[in-house]
């Protein structure tokens, strides 16, 4: 019997090892069964797919599977991005969206990922009861389905460009004009993925001068993966500097992520970036409300709400958790330092296009490059370095580990006190200096997560030593 799990974005694995045609359509008749249980089977579901190998041919099987069930498929006729097909969702009206993508994931890898009516990541009593639905399936070896072709005739498939209406909404969200004053010279990447043509069709009507590299589709993303880290935006760096840019700005494979590149060719970790919208947010717009973070994201965002008299609601890891906060708290911004981030007014789902055109909106407003605005934020803020660091062990070993973290609460963490204990997610000691360290473990494989940060190097790798004594990792 296949595994299929949903994990925090998803359910993604290896095409034609576990991601097949036969475990898509079980998948899609477990979506059926929830949203038919809702009584939402009226309101139509969105499909969305990537640039991934076969994502238009598996989209054709969950449109079957949907209209076997009598549910309407508005269907994209082209890769759209994740946040883009959550926006057709709230657009629409539908009862939510199939979106088929990998994500930043390796080029052998698919996935699917249900959105639901509210525009945002699925909250886990959603995926699990679609789990549960798919159990169900898997064990009877049952769903319902008819040919492509007969959904068609029966008006059960209706195609969809949901393009020129985000572009649209995004201009009510960013602030074109300030842009356009600017004349700046900007580099995009949407790394072969489902973002080509957004961002570039954005910046070019506000004035940019934009050129545009890996703006096509491949499989197989350069050889590389579409996941827009400093390791492998080399590219994009190489062409800011060479074509004398102030700015390099790229997307993942589903555009839901976001990499940014300085002038100087310096690569902006997502927890800056993070902090840098939410200042301009307050500062130049006006904004006013707490920030979403997830448990393991930048505590600079709680230092700039402090200054503001704000609050910060401190989440597990998800932007399905960020964009629950986000609907239900008033949060203006929520973001994730793995490089998620959505803010008040748009959907509740983290969408690289967004992040990346406000980093031009905040470059062209402070009219300077985005190191000078960092050192600016540091003197009236001070200074935070974080890192994560992955450490792989093995089966048994992370019992034991997973036991010494359940029972240990240390008074203090390389020399410095503990002021609190978090278990949101994982265990979190924060320290009396405003230190941190989160120990996560992954629910897949042994292998712990422990991000740690402090206001400078030194000290952060004194409490990654620490913390891995601590609990002999």
Known sequence: MPKIKFGTDGWRDIIAREFTFANVRFVTQAIADYVCAQGMSGRGIVIGYDNRFLSEHFA?????????????????????????TAFAVKHLGAAGAVMLTASHNPPEYNGIKFIPEYAGPALPYITDEIEANVRKAVETGKYTDIPYDRAVAEGLVEDIEPFDDYIAHLKTVVRLPEIERANLKIIVDPMFGAGIGYLDRILTEAGCRVKVIHGYRDPLFGGSMPEPSAKVLTELRETVLAEKADLGLAMDGDADRFGIIDSDGTYIIPNQVLYLVYYHLINSRGLKGPAARSVATTHMLDRIAAHYGLGVDETPVGFKYIGESMMKKGSILGGEESGGLSIAGHIPEKDGILAAA?????????????????????????????????????????????????????PAVAGMAVAKILDIDGKKFVLEDGSWALVRASGTEPLFRIYVESDNREKLKKIQLAVRDMLKL
């Open 60 to 84: 054709r099987a969950v449109t079957e599977v949907l209209g076997g069930n009598g549910i309407k498929v508005f269907m994209t006729g082209r890769a759209t991005p994740t946040p883009v």
């Open 358 to 410: 406000l980093i031009a909106e905040l470059v062209a407003t402070e009219k300077m490059p985005v190191r000078e605005i960092l050192e600016k934020l540091a003197d009236k803020f001070g200074t935070l370095v974080s890192e994560r660091l992955d450490i792989h062990t093995t089966a048994e070993n992370k019992d034991q580990v997973l036991r010494i973290l359940k029972e240990t609460a240390p």
